[in-house]
């Protein structure tokens, strides 16, 4: 009965967690050094974009942004893209441009310990989760070792995530990739005795456990500790 009530407490707290989404507002001013206010208070750390209207149904992203709180958010080249040949657009912001903080939010990449704890957390969090397989494959492709919060952003940034979520020793992080800060940590229960995989969960065994030559494997931080010292 207690191994009962301790698992339904476990899902209870798993269940209360809910990743960030997405929020609509626009420009109320724009001011210097790459600033605007919005018409409303965005959470400090969100990412999103503004979309110009040119009337004639026709619109475009032309810029990326992130909210300082408080109702100010900086503003930078888009570049989302993110090829050379396509080119900038360079219409300027105005007053009244629509602003979509976490609109891709919902294509999320879980780091978790082991696959105990990426089947439960995904199973009970509703996302399009992108698995990190693809991760593993980029930083083994890219030549790295650890994982970053600069790889992390280029990642995402080439395959249209919007969060992150890792799976700290006690906590579920939230991240937002883009902007590189933490939108909220959750309380999370872990009861799986399944072995950690550093530098984190991935489907395949060669990526699990050869991304990293055999000298750099010894010299390597566990899985939670690693997490620890993301930056």
Do not use: C
């Amino acid at each position: 009965m207690k191994k009962l009530l301790l698992l339904l407490l476990t899902t209870l707290i798993s269940m209360a967690i809910e990743l960030p989404k997405s929020i609509n507002t626009e420009i109320e001013t724009v001011e210097k050094n790459s600033k605007v206010k919005l018409t409303q208070d965005i959470p400090k750390g969100m990412s999103g974009i503004v979309i110009h209207n040119y009337g004639n149904k026709l619109s475009a992203i032309t810029h990326r942004v992130i909210s300082k709180g408080g109702g100010e958010a900086s503003v930078e080249i888009y570049d989302a893209l993110g090829h050379e040949k396509i080119p900038q657009i360079k219409t300027a912001i105005k007053k009244g441009d629509k602003v979509i903080f976490g609109n891709l939010y919902n294509n999320t990449l879980l780091i978790a310990p082991n696959q105990h704890t990426y089947r439960d957390i995904t199973k009970k969090l509703k996302a399009n989760w992108i698995h990190p397989d693809s991760y593993a494959m980029f930083l083994i492709n890219n030549d790295q070792s650890k994982l970053s919060l600069d790889n992390l952003k280029k990642f995402s940034q080439q395959n249209q995530i919007g969060l992150v979520a890792i799976v700290s020793k006690k906590s579920l992080l939230i991240l937002d990739p883009i902007s590189g800060q933490y939108l909220s940590e959750e309380p999370l229960s872990q009861s799986s005795s399944e072995k950690i995989i550093s530098p984190f969960y991935a489907r395949f065994e060669q990526i699990s456990h050869n991304i990293f030559s055999a000298d750099e494997k010894k010299d390597f931080l566990e899985y939670y500790k690693g997490i620890k010292r993301l930056k």
